[in-house]
Nanobody, 127 residues
Framework: QVELVQSGGGLVQAGGNLTLSCTTSTRYPDLYPFGWFRQYTGKEREWVSSISRSGDVKEYTDSVKGRFLISRDDAKKTVYLLMNSLTPEDTAMYYC????????????????????WGQGTQVTVSP
C-alpha cells in the first residue's frame, strides 16, 4: 500500500502564491504518475493537473493553465503544485493522487484512474 502525505496550503490573499507538496511512501516513485485534484464544498472532485512518470508530460485544466505548475522530485519522493496568481475561485480542498502500472509518459486525469490518495489540504484565497 502506498501512502501519500500532503503539506502546504493555507490562507492567502488573492494574487498570492502557495505551494502544495505530496510525499509518497513508495521506494520507487519513478514508477508512479501523479495528479492533483480539488473539491469545492458540496461538489465532485475535479482534476487540476497531472504529471507522468517521466516528468516530461504535464497537463493542466484550463482554469489553471499559466498559473499553476506541477513538478516532481523523485529523489525526495515528492510532487509539487506551485500555485501562482491565486483567486478566490481556487478556494477548495486539494488532493494529490497516484497510480501504478502506467506507461512512462502516460497521462491520467480521471479520479477513477488513481488508486492512491493523499489526505487533502485546504487552500483558502481571500478577496
Amino acid at each position: 500500500q502506498v501512502e501519500l502525505v500532503q503539506s502546504g496550503g493555507g490562507l492567502v490573499q488573492a494574487g498570492g502564491n502557495l505551494t502544495l507538496s505530496c510525499t509518497t511512501s513508495t521506494r520507487y516513485p519513478d514508477l508512479y504518475p501523479f495528479g492533483w485534484f480539488r473539491q469545492y464544498t458540496g461538489k465532485e472532485r475535479e482534476w487540476v493537473s497531472s504529471i507522468s512518470r517521466s516528468g516530461d508530460v504535464k497537463e493542466y485544466t484550463d482554469s489553471v493553465k499559466g498559473r499553476f505548475l506541477i513538478s516532481r522530485d523523485d529523489a525526495k519522493k515528492t510532487v509539487y503544485l506551485l500555485m501562482n496568481s491565486l483567486t478566490p475561485e481556487d478556494t477548495a480542498m486539494y488532493y494529490c493522487a497516484s497510480d501504478r502500472g502506467r506507461a512512462y509518459d502516460e497521462m491520467i486525469t480521471s479520479p477513477r484512474e488513481f488508486e492512491f490518495w493523499g489526505q487533502g489540504t485546504q487552500v483558502t484565497v481571500s478577496p
